[in-house]
């Protein structure tokens, strides 16, 4: 951003704010390419208009620019960095790769030991795709070992033209994926595989976004995440000439909603046009998610993989729709008792101990046939868990 639309930015956003905190997201592209001195520069005007409100920032990156001197600025500013990787060498170099083909996974390991040495706070990002999909296993013991404890998981589903060039959200039912796209099924067997091993080796000390905001939504509580909540539209993306977007998934010309150098910031955020944007999640639900019962974890998920076309022929249907409905669907008993065991305010480490309980047949409570499963699930024993 040149220096006048930068600082009218961070003036209105800090200004519409009444409550704090006050947070800012940089994320590209890669927001490393613009030079450490343009972020001392952000800190700078953040630190002018403050006043009294607490600033935050987040920044993604894929670390291969990342040295000391980017460190000791996060650290010294207290950024949360989130660091892009898709797993071990041969799963993260398929498809991050630089112009000459090479991978970057060496220049990433390389950058999460500076973040670590200077006790950066920072979570890693895994983008599943086409390959990773089916190596849950590995990408678990890769997080695990290399000493991460907050992860995330992002679908790429992608779709381009003829011309391959990216299409916009709700832009037709019939073009073809992207050859790196997740698919749908494979991607719910993947969250699985890492619930599973999550839920059994690692709670209280991992943390991951899907599991932390499905548990959220199965106690009534917000999801914390835009996508697992019923609204959205209160994310939004700007771009680097002051161009507003309802959110970084719609940043196409039909989706602009105006520019911060000619509208003011928090009226276009306050617009019906962005408001009803984030009524749409909601209302827009096709027949087959108003009746699925898994709607109260998923909600739709995000409004730009909904392109599918649902089996009475209504639009609307997200794209992940089978495999999310496979995933939550086998993790509701475990969801339920990480519930009970906050609603009893005991750790919630404590399922582990279940799980291994369940895994044993639940020896200490000896169920036959039709009793009730004890994992909670409503049916019987015989066809759950003894099944």
Known sequence: MDSDVLETLIRQKIEGHNVDPVHFTWQGGEPTLLGLEYFQEIVRL?????????????????????????????????????????????????????????????QVMRALELLKAHEVTYNTLTVVNALNQSYADEVYDFLKSSGSVYWQFIPIVERKNQNGESVAPGEGAHIEMSEWS????????????????????????????????????????????????????????????????PCDHHVFPQHLLGNIMET?????????????????????????????????????????????TCSNGDPGLNYLCNGYKYFFTSIRSELGVLEELFRLRQPSENIMQWMKEKDAGFPSLNPQGKDPCPCGSGTSYDICCAG
Not at 67 to 86: H, M, P, Q, T
Not at 265 to 275: S, T
């Open 46 to 106: 953040q630190e002018m208009y403050a006043g009294s409100k607490r600033i935050e920032n987040g920044f993604q990156t894929n670390g291969i620019l990342l040295n000391e001197a980017w460190c000791r600025f996060f650290k010294e500013n207290n950024f949360l960095v989130g660091l892009s990787i898709d797993g071990p060498k041969e799963l993260h170099d398929t498809y991050r790769i630089d112009r000459g083909g090479e991978g970057s996974f060496d």
């Open 182 to 245: 997740v698919n749908g099924d494979l991607y719910g067997r993947f969250l699985e595989k890492i619930f599973q091993r999550w839920v059994r080796e690692d709670v209280g000390n991992i943390f991951i976004q899907q599991f932390e905001s499905a548990l959220a939504n199965q106690m009534n509580m917000p999801a914390g995440v835009c996508i697992w909540n019923a609204t959205c539209g209160r994310a939004l993306a700007i771009e680097h000439n002051g161009d507003l977007y």
């Open 264 to 308: 003011p910031l928090m009226g276009m955020i306050q617009a019906p046009i962005q408001i009803q944007f984030g009524k749409d999640k909601l209302e827009k639900l096709p027949k087959d998610c108003r009746e699925c019962n898994v709607l109260d974890l998923c909600h739709g998920e995000c409004p730009k993989n909904r392109f599918m």
